[in-house]
């Protein structure tokens, strides 16, 4: 039975937070104000931001509004730290100021909350589990205390009736946008931060549920949480929760101050007069779209003149409580939890996935099933116990046998890869706000989806093997077979993860699935000899995992008692170990290269 819903409700008018809320999910104490002056900058030519002036205070709710474009989220992401400003081609001047003192943002990243625009949620996660996962990595908290404050923050979310419910995506049905919005929240909210930035927050909402959001939010800040968001289109039930209001044109302030003077400065400087019983913020924008440059220009140096005599105050406040910048001792980790929790908590929601989601399962083995019938139909009985000198006068007989074992070991590039390729892609997102949020490192991310997959990749080869080893009549012993072939998929794997996670799209990363089979068939054998491929070419097998793979199938299936045989096919009988350890080194080297190229893209998120 859901918890009552009553004081939700009260809290969503303005009224009381949950007395329960106060006990097990107290705030924290100490929140810092936030203020800025004369922030510019500028990627290459293009000016985002101009002289830019203003400040944040606890227990306000302030919105940030300003056409597409206008750099709007540019300044939110400069202020809470996530916008790389080092860059060749980037200049930024100006100062952000924590409690009055010049502090540089990525400092206090911590103390802020970030909720991107778009969901990043696990589809196949629940927002009980969601909430859970991220308590449990980012508080040092009891499991019965994680428990109660999760259904503390479930019941404040208004998310009790969905929160067994899993969230679901574009092909399957889930929890609804507004709760998708709430559950994105709370994730940040399970750390008790002094400050919540939310980037377009209501964008996809109905009115309902942008109003429900709204006045979530509105109750954070009237408990002294620093609440910041940019909106752009907000309804007049959504403006009128705003204390304050701040408004962007091409990167230029032309108001900042309380919600209720907006009308007023209006009217001072530009002579624009809101029509009655129309939305302030939609005339506001309305107007900024319109308008003469002029008359912009009019509010932008009203901005600014009122700055220059005192009647807006762009300096944090007062007298609050000094928030250090970090309270993690220098040289520990980073991280709340260590690296087994992450570890264990991760494979956990990996595993999940898997089981929630059979479908994909049945479609990757279905294939595989398919293909292995087929394949093996094709080269069927081509496998035969036979001497040296037998093959050596028998090539038209050996060509098919021996393209079987080439295909056999080509068969673990596509299916596994095109799975693969995929993955980092698809879960950015979420990693992504996962990551820069502290909740674990990339290593144990990466290992944990390691640790799932290996038996994932050991069952597909074994029904591979199972329905093509003995229609295609192999000698070489089953088990050997399955090793090398698990080792190719898993390789081959690694690989394609590598290249998925260099890019953001999941079409982008299609697109580069040439670029990792065309090579790996190229220097398998299977065309064409090596020996008649163009000597400033040749270099290319020795980086061609398939061709490790591919010499040692050959040994597992012939021998070596085969010498001239294996120089035809140019395969040194005196290197088995080198194949192998050649495919174990590119196994964790492509695994540690997605590890730092995963880093290197997570150490800023636009």
Known sequence: MDPPRSKVEDLEAGGAMPSAYDLHFPLPKRVPSLGWKKISFSIGKREILKDCSGSINPGEFTAILGPSGS??????????????????????????????????????RESIAYVMQEDALVSTSTPREILEFSATLKLNKSKRDITTIVDDMLEYLRLSSCQNTMVGNQLTRGISGGERKRTSIGVELITQPSMI???EPLTGLDSYAAV?????????????????????????????LFDRVMIINEGQIAYHGPRASLSDFFVKHAGLNCPPHHNLGDFALYTLQTEPPEVISRLVDGHKAEIADGDVDISPAKGGSTVEASTRVPGTSPYHAGFHKQLLMLSKRELRSVVRDPGIL??????????????????????????????????????????????????????????????????????????????????????????????????????????????????????????LTWLLNLVSCSLAQLLGATTS???????????????????????????????????????????????????VEFGFDKPELAEINSIDSNLVGLDIGVLLGMLILFRTLTIVVLKRKARFVQ
């Open 197 to 199: 930035f939310l980037d």
């Open 505 to 555: 799209t999941i079409s982008r990363a299609m697109q580069m699935m040439p670029l990792l089979f065309i090579p790996q068939i190229a220097f398998s054998g299977l065309f064409i000899s090596l020996e008649r491929v163009p000597v400033w070419l040749r270099w290319g097998q020795y980086v061609s995992y398939l061709k490790y793979g591919v010499n040692l199938g050959y040994f």
């Open 71 to 108: 750099g709007k989220t540019t300044l939110m992401n400069i202020l809470s730290g996530r916008q790389d400003l080092s860059s060749r081609n980037k200049k930024f001047e100006g100062v952000v100021m924590l409690d009055g003192q010049p502090t540089a943002p990525s400092k206090f």
């Open 212 to 240: 429900t959001t709204s006045r979530v939010l509105k109750g954070l800040a009237k408990r002294g949480v620093t609440v910041l968001m940019t909106v752009h289109q907000p309804s007049s039930e959504v403006f009128e």
């Open 362 to 483: 049945l479609i990757r083995y279905a294939v595989i099933l398919v293909t292995g019938i087929l394949l093996a139909c094709i080269f069927h009985n081509s496998g035969r116990v036979a001497s040296e000198m037998f093959w050596l006068t028998n090539l038209r007989l050996f060509q098919p046998y021996f393209s079987a074992v080439v295909i056999m070991c080509l068969m673990q590039l596509f299916g596994p890869a095109q799975t693969a390729i995929i993955r980092y892609p698809e879960q950015r997102m979420v990693f992504l706000r996962e990551y820069t949020g502290g909740m674990y490192s990339v290593i144990p991310y990466v290992i944990s989806k390691t640790m799932v997959e290996l038996p994932l990749a050991l069952l597909e080869c074994f029904i591979h093997l199972v329905v093509s080893y003995w229609i295609i009549n192999f000698q070489g012993n089953f088990f050997f077979w399955l090793l």
